[in-house]
Nanobody, 117 residues
């Protein structure tokens, strides 16, 4: 049973920072072979990809450099450092693991991030 558990969300003022973490576990889950992704879904909108990191550590983010994704394969964790937060970043953030070859995919339950004064 693979589990992805997000932590670190909450309420932050505009311009502030938050660091999300996702811990992965599971008997058959080889963390280092999976691409790890962060998605978000704002109220009334579809789920969108925020950042990705390959098994080898290559990263892509889509939030104009304000967010940075990183992973620690020894600890089976992936993090999302979010800086200069804006109200439009308010959303539920989801951790996702996807095997690049097998296309096996797992999701966390999501964690709320609210940016408001």
């Amino acid at each position: 049973q693979v589990q992805l558990v997000e932590s670190g969300g909450g309420l932050v003022q505009p311009g502030g920072s938050l660091r999300l973490s996702c811990a992965a576990s599971g008997l058959t889950f080889t963390f280092g072979r999976y691409a790890m992704n962060w998605y978000r879904q704002a109220p009334g909108k579809g789920r969108e990809l925020v950042a990705s990191i390959t098994p080898g550590g290559g990263s892509i983010d889509s939030v104009m450099g304000r967010f940075t994704i990183s992973r620690d394969n020894a600890k089976n964790t992936v993090s999302l450092q979010m800086n200069s937060l804006k109200p439009e970043d308010t959303a539920v953030y989801y951790c996702n693991a996807k095997h690049p070859v097998l296309q096996t995919e797992f999701w966390g339950h999501g964690i709320q991030v609210t940016v408001s004064s």
